[in-house]
T-cell receptor, first 113, second 110 residues
Framework: EPEVTQTPSHQVTQMGQEVILRCVPI?????FYWYRQILGQKVEFLVS????????KSEIFDDQFSVERPDGSNFTLKIRSTKLEDSAMYFC???????????FGPGTRLTVL | ELKVEQNPLFLSMQEGKNYTIYCNYS?????LYWYRQDPGKSLESLFV?????AVKQEGRLMASLDTKARLSTLHITAAVHDLSATYFC??????????FGKGTRLSVIA
């Protein structure tokens, strides 16, 4: 069964460093998303991406964040200068147009020290 | 602004019992989703409900949607330990982002 994959599973970084989180969405899906979940809290939307551009972004997704689809399969989230409060689980998701059901990847746990 | 409220937030139930989790949302929405999350794991899709009166069932879980009341329920029948997890409802409309509730942490005890 096709699934969304993410790498790395866990990333530890120092405050102020840049991180890139990687995702491979399900191959026939057209919408891609990043969500985050601070430990024990609800899942929060960051950004959606369609047709090679951002279609929606939340207030959390400020200038420190960027997304890219560098080739036909990968979808990346970059945080330019990490802060302590960026520590969270980051989930990538993808969806077909018709069903809208988002299928989530296993997540990357980001720890900023 | 779309808001999603779930209750209860914590639920401890005995094996074999029935219970219902409630999900209210604040504005008209097209789709309502239920997800399951095990500790430290990703979100597993359970149901998507598209229309008023929609009911879906999978095993011991049954989800329903009342769009007039802006309410969805997730009913658990004869709970077993394997159902212990956090259950999230989420709502979207058109191309709006998916908005999640805070989740209901379910613990099924013997």
């Amino acid at each position: 069964e096709p699934e969304v994959t993410q790498t790395p599973s866990h990333q530890v970084t120092q405050m102020g460093q840049e991180v890139i989180l990687r995702c491979v969405p399900i191959s026939n899906h057209l919408y891609f998303y990043w969500y985050r979940q601070i430990l024990g809290q609800k899942v929060e939307f960051l950004v959606s991406f369609y047709n090679n551009e951002i279609s929606e972004k939340s207030e959390i997704f400020d200038d420190q964040f960027s997304v890219e689809r560098p080739d036909g399969s990968n979808f990346t989230l970059k945080i330019r200068s990490t802060k302590l409060e960026d520590s969270a689980m980051y989930f990538c998701a993808s969806s077909e147009v018709t069903t809208y059901m988002r299928f989530f990847g296993p997540g990357t746990r980001l720890t900023v020290l | 602004e779309l808001k999603v409220e779930q209750n209860p937030l914590f639920l401890s139930m005995q094996e074999g019992k029935n219970y219902t989790i409630y999900c209210n949302y604040s504005t008209t929405s097209d789709r309502l989703y239920w997800y399951r999350q095990d500790p430290g794991k990703s979100l597993e899709s359970l149901f998507v409900l598209l229309s008023n009166g929609a009911v879906k069932q999978e095993g011991r879980l049954m989800a329903s949607l009342d769009t007039k009341a802006r309410l969805s329920t997730l009913h658990i029948t004869a709970a077993v330990h394997d159902l212990s997890a956090t259950y999230f409802c989420a709502v979207d409309s058109g191309n709006t982002p998916l908005v999640f509730g805070k989740g209901t942490r379910l613990s099924v005890i013997a």
